[in-house]
Each structure stands twice: as structure tokens, then as C-alpha cells.
């Protein structure tokens, strides 16, 4: 059973920093595609960081530069790190997870995230 529990959000003051964690258990994160989606109340789901397998990283445009994405292969956890954070960031963050061989997926319950002055 492949189980994703995330952690680590709350509310923070623009400019501010948290980081996301996903604890993944049932399935390896380096055998995986791992991936940070966020959804804003009334807009749609939508992907803004994956790490594949091999490491590559991919950045929605928005979160580029901003956000880093990186995973510890031995605690078997997906981080989120979150800086200069702005309003338009408040979402729940929900992990993905795509093992290999990349048929089924798999959601965390999402945290909470609020940017607010």
C-alpha cells in the first residue's frame, strides 16, 4: 500500500519561507515520479514541481526560482522548500507519487498554506 502524508505547511507573512515534506512509504521516491501540486480555492488542481527517477525537476512558471524541489533518497521524503512566498501561493499542497512503471498515482491529504499580511 503506497501511503503519502505531508506536513510542514501554515501561515506565513509574504516574503516568508516554509518547506514541505512528503513521507512516502510503499513505494521508493528514486523509483519514482514525485510531484508537488497546489490548489486554490476555486481554481483548478495544477502540478508546479516534479522530480522524475533520474533527478530532473521540472518548475511551473510561476513557482520558478522560487520554489525548490529535492527528495532524501534514504528517508524515503520529498521536500518543498518555499521562498519569498506571495499571496497568490496560498493553496492546499498535495504530494503525487507515480511509481515505477508508471501506471498508477497516488495523493498525500494536502497541507494547509496561507500567505497572508
Known amino acids: 500500500q503506497v501511503q503519502l502524508v505531508e506536513s510542514g505547511g501554515g501561515a506565513v507573512q509574504p516574503g516568508g519561507s516554509l518547506r514541505l515534506s512528503c513521507a512516502v512509504s510503499g513505494s521508493s521516491v528514486s523509483e519514482s515520479a514525485m510531484s508537488w501540486y497546489r490548489q486554490a480555492p476555486g481554481q483548478k488542481r495544477e502540478m508546479i514541481a516534479q522530480?522524475?527517477?533520474?533527478?530532473?525537476?521540472y518548475y511551473e512558471d510561476a513557482v520558478k526560482g522560487r520554489f525548490t524541489i529535492s527528495r532524501d533518497i534514504a528517508k524515503n521524503t520529498v521536500h518543498l522548500q518555499m521562498n519569498s512566498l506571495k499571496p497568490e501561493d496560498t493553496a492546499i499542497y498535495y504530494c503525487?507519487?507515480?511509481?515505477?512503471?508508471?501506471?498508477?498515482?497516488?495523493w498525500g491529504q494536502g497541507t494547509q498554506v496561507t500567505v497572508s499580511s
Open positions: 503525487n507519487a507515480v511509481p515505477s512503471p508508471y501506471v498508477n498515482s497516488y
Open positions: 522530480i522524475g527517477s533520474s533527478g530532473y525537476t
